[in-house]
Nanobody, 125 residues
């Protein structure tokens, strides 16, 4: 089992920044990849960014490329999402997720095994 707890969400004006964190505990040594997903009201959950725990290769949704940066601290078992130049359309609940087995693509949420409860990000115009 892997437990995930997100933090760092909040209310920010358009153009501002936020840094999300996701603390992982439990069988973290077995994690292959972690990702950030988001879900806005009335919309389906969508991929934001992902990272392979060993090696650190990353992938981003086109909508956040150049604005968001995913990173991880292996020693602290913590995942981060630095969000800059935030837009009102970034408003959503942000979830972190962990995958145990190998993933050929980081974008498929259904491939992840564990999920946090989410943290709300609200960007005002």
């Amino acid at each position: 089992q892997v437990q995930l707890v997100e933090s760092g969400g909040g209310l920010v004006q358009a153009g501002g920044s936020l840094r999300l964190s996701c603390a992982a505990s439990g069988r973290t040594f077995s994690m292959y990849a972690m990702g950030w997903f988001r879900q806005a009201p009335g919309k389906e959950r969508e991929f934001v960014a992902g990272i392979r725990w060993s090696g650190g290769t990353t992938d981003y949704a086109d909508s956040v490329k150049g604005r968001f940066t995913i990173s991880r601290d292996n020693a602290e078992n913590t995942l981060y999402l630095q969000m800059n130049s935030l837009k009102p359309e970034d408003t959503a609940v942000y979830y972190c997720a962990a995958r145990i087995g190998i993933l050929t693509t980081l974008e498929e949420g259904k491939r992840y095994d564990y999920w946090g409860r989410g943290t709300q990000v609200t960007v005002s115009s």
